[in-house]
């Protein structure tokens, strides 16, 4: 068969000719000088010329097919060593400044990550498949320089001094401050430090919302209702909802002059108090937007439960109650570890609420934030502490996996079950009931009161007087001779973090997708490691992601701290894992005789992937890009480092307006961040449209052969 042009060469030559134009004419530092890399050179940075001439080589060698494909191995390899090489130690190499790497270098780096990973495929590696090639391996950089490299540069910071020198002492006193371990509040003697503080917090925080999740469960699956449609719409909300919301409206609630304690003030003569500033406040606020995400774990685990096993221990006379204590709830124990583990890492991870409500209540999250943007501006000190955050989120992973084991929890099988699933034992779903009743009263006054808050005058000290003033100030629209001006203050922000969201979001889908594809249809030496990378950002709190960024990238070798690029390189690997993980759960329900069909019809990997995988995959796609959006719409944890003046986000903005006292204006801002990302999942749901499968019409009449 005749090869085609790309496999003699083809692609390899035109990536050298790309790395020599971004050596020549596009500018290699993304701040400062936007001088070419052949301006550097010929200034003295000869050192540079090295890598973009090793490229040029291996691209006339491509000629040569997979003959002279390990020769190019080695010297795109070369390539690429030297090029992070003088990016990460050139002032030693030439005597001169580290310069910020910026377009002209990317461009550099993916020539020759392109010619290398093509020529491995030609050696034979990745089953001489130069797409899955260049995939992986373009996906292991991107995540070994957005994931792994600031997470171990910040923590490395962790050892160095005030002068940025190796000192263990200097992390021996970090690390050991009585502040940070001191537990006598355990026994009486006084407060604790951060760490029990953040573990007593994140153990209530996730025992309270999986009990929460499940008797929502319970009474939605088996509690008898006809109509259980209002769980799934307060499941909804969290997750369109900023996480500090909830910690605002209950500040309006039960704050020192708000609508109970007015009420209770004044009616029953009740001394008002500071109560929901501590521990009770940042726990019921982190459990009412907790609880909603246990309840969708625990639900789907319910609907996974064979029924057939609970009609045989009723076959075998056992009362409805022994039946749900020993075959339901041992089947339910993957989902439960799964909801409190959930629930334990958001607490330690969550930012926003222990801010609004924490007080003198101190955490990880908010002692990392003040060690950095605080007037003690203590890098060094926040990196110990994102340390031991990091470890707690670890440990809890590492206890989730020991407390299943090894026990299979398997009771869907290929057998066909009519069974009906068990109604609750009547105490039960009475003791059900009695939690979720309250609950949702609750919830619904708590939404009732964000939707509500923007619109009166000042909700949190009684004054109902109905205003539209907060929006006014907010997101005031004047006309002049030159057109619409957006005068309100809120303006940017909101402009900012749209297009930051809508960058952000469909690249975390591709680079998401296409990772599980890799992971699900292909086989390599490493995958674990890859496997291993792609996830590791999901067992890292925001908290430490942030810390991490402002310390990686706010000098060379990538310098783009204070700017729109470092949000959405933010977003998009913090998010990531998502697109990975619903990619993957799509894909074990596509089979792979799909491709293999395609690949024999002499479709290239990229085509059956575009043509035939991708369009199958659009659930998982919603998911993700749903995802991705709302999330990048609502995080505070890790861009409350990274937002700027320019670059300011709708969160961070609010959180400035709550520290501020304008309660009034950052509700009136929440309430229309919800609205809007409702607007956004339903249009984002109905454009990419939903996934066929089966008989559909056809314009003309087809051909059909029998079936086999």
Known sequence: MRRRSADRGGVELIAAGLALVAFVILPWSYAGSQQSGLAWATGGRWLMLAPVLLSLIAGLLARGGPNTAKLRIVLTGLGLFLLVAYAFFGSWLDGQPLISHG?????????????GTRSLAAAGDFKADRWVATTTWAIVALVLLFVFFPVVRALASAFLDTKGNFDLGAFAERFSAPEIWNANCLVGRGGCGVVPNTILLGVCAGACSTFLGLAFALVAQRGGLKNTKVFDALSLLPIITPPFVIALALVVIFGRTGIVTTFLDRTFDIPRSRWIYGLPGVLISQVLSQTPLAYMILRGALQGISPSLEEAAQTLRASPWLTFRTVTWPLLRPAVAAAFLLGFVESLADFGNPLVLGGSFEV???????????????????????IILLALTLTAFWLQTAWLGKKSYVTVTGKGDAGLPLPLPKPLRFAALSVVVPWVVLTILIYGIILVGGFVTDIGRGAMTPTLQHFVTGFAVEIDKSGLFFSGSAWDS????????????????????????????????????????????????????GVAYIIAFNVPPVEVAGTGLILIFCFVFRNMPVGVRAGLAALSQVDRSLDEASTTLGARTGTTVRRVTLPLLKPAIIATLVFSFVHAMTAVSAIIFLATAKYNMATVYIVNRVEAGEYPLAIAYSSLLILFMLAVVLGIQRVVGERKIGRRSVASPVVTMGAH
Do not use: C
């Open 494 to 545: 909101f402009f900012v973090t749209v297009t930051v969201a809508a960058i952000a979001a469909p690249l975390t889908t591709v680079i998401g997708i296409l990772t599980a594809y890799v992971l699900s249809r292909h086989n390599f030496v490493g995958k674990w490691a890859f496997e291993f990378l792609t996830m590791l950002s999901f067992a890292i709190p925001g908290t430490v992601i």
């Open 364 to 386: 990880l999250s908010t002692k990392i934030y003040f060690a950095v943007a605080g007037a003690q501006h203590d890098p060094g000190r926040a990196a110990s502490l994102a």
């Open 103 to 115: 377009l002209g270098a990317a461009v550099l780096a993916g020539a020759l990550l392109v010619q």
